[in-house]
C-alpha cells in the first residue's frame, strides 16, 4: 500500500515548475518529525512527482519544503520547514533537513545528518557520517564531509575537501574592502592544505602564494592591494600554523 499520494488540485510553481501538496494513505511513525507521527489524511510539503519521495520506509516532506527535479527522498530521512531539495541531489538514511537549506547538483547525503539554517550544498558534495552543518556554511565541487563533524559559521568547503572532524578546517572573516572570507581545508593529501577565497576554488596554498606574488609585483603603485596581499599571505602562515597543530594533536 503507498503511503502518500499527490494532490494535484494543491500546487504552487517554482521558477516555472509545478510542485504539489503530498497527502498521507496511512498512519507511521518517523522520530525526526517534531510530532514523531503522519496521520492518514496529513498533508505534507511538495513534490514535482512521485520519483521525489520514496513509498517505502518512513522518509517524508513536510510544511513548505519542495523536492523537485530527479532528487531523490529515501529510507527514514526528512524534509521540513521550508528546506528545498532539487536537480539529481540524493537524500537517504536518517538525514534531516531542514529551515532554509537548500541541497541540489548531484549531492549525495547519507548518515545520520542534520543540516539547517541557510546551509547550501551542491555539486558533487557528498556527506556522510554523522554530521550537524547550519548557519551559512556552504559545501561544493567534489567535497568529502563525512565522520564525526558540525560545521557552523561561514565556511567555504570546496574541491578536494576531504573533513573529517572541525579541526579540518578553518575560515577567517572580514577581509579587505569586500569583506570576503577566506577558508582552508585538508585534502585527502596528508600534507597539502587547500582553500576557498573569491575566484580559487580548491586551490592549494603554495599554487595560492604564487598567485599572491603576482599580485605584489603588480601592486608595488597601488599601497592598499599590496597591503591586502601581504594581509593574505600572513593567513596563509597562521592556516599552516593551524593545520600543523592539528596535525601534532592527532
Do not use: P
Amino acid at each position: 500500500m503507498k503511503k502518500y499520494e499527490i494532490v494535484k488540485d494543491n500546487f504552487k510553481e517554482v521558477d516555472g515548475v509545478k510542485v504539489y501538496r503530498i497527502r498521507a494513505l496511512k498512519d507511521f511513525q518517523n522520530d525526526l518529525l517534531r510530532n514523531k507521527k503522519i496521520k492518514k489524511g496529513d498533508l505534507g510539503g511538495y513534490i514535482e512527482s512521485e520519483k521525489n519521495l520514496s513509498q517505502e520506509g518512513n522518509c517524508w516532506i513536510a510544511d513548505n519544503a519542495i523536492v523537485r527535479d530527479n532528487a531523490t527522498i529515501k529510507d527514514n530521512s526528512v524534509i521540513l520547514d521550508n528546506a528545498t531539495v532539487s536537480e539529481y541531489a540524493a537524500i537517504s538514511e536518517n538525514t534531516t533537513i531542514f529551515e532554509y537549506a537548500k541541497i541540489w547538483g548531484s549531492a549525495k547525503i547519507h548518515g545520520q545528518i542534520l543540516i539547517g539554517g541557510h546551509a547550501k550544498i551542491y555539486d558533487h558534495a557528498n556527506l556522510h557520517g554523522k554530521l550537524c552543518i547550519g548557519d551559512h556554511v556552504n559545501i561544493f565541487g567534489n567535497a568529502n564531509v563525512h565522520g564525526l563533524v558540525v560545521l557552523a559559521g561561514a565556511h567555504f568547503i570546496g574541491n578536494n575537501a576531504d573533513i573529517k572532524e572541525m579541526g579540518d578546517v578553518m575560515t577567517i572573516l572580514g577581509l579587505d574592502t569586500a569583506y570576503d572570507n577566506i577558508t582552508f581545508y585538508r585534502t585527502k593529501s596528508e600534507t597539502e592544505i587547500s582553500l576557498v577565497y573569491w575566484k580559487f576554488n580548491g586551490i592549494t596554498i603554495d599554487e595560492f602564494r604564487k598567485e599572491l606574488a603576482v599580485v605584489h609585483y603588480n601592486a608595488v603603485q597601488n599601497m592598499e592591494s599590496l597591503h591586502y596581499a601581504r594581509e593574505l599571505d600572513k593567513i596563509c602562515d597562521l592556516a599552516e600554523y593551524h593545520f600543523q597543530k592539528e596535525t601534532v594533536n592527532h
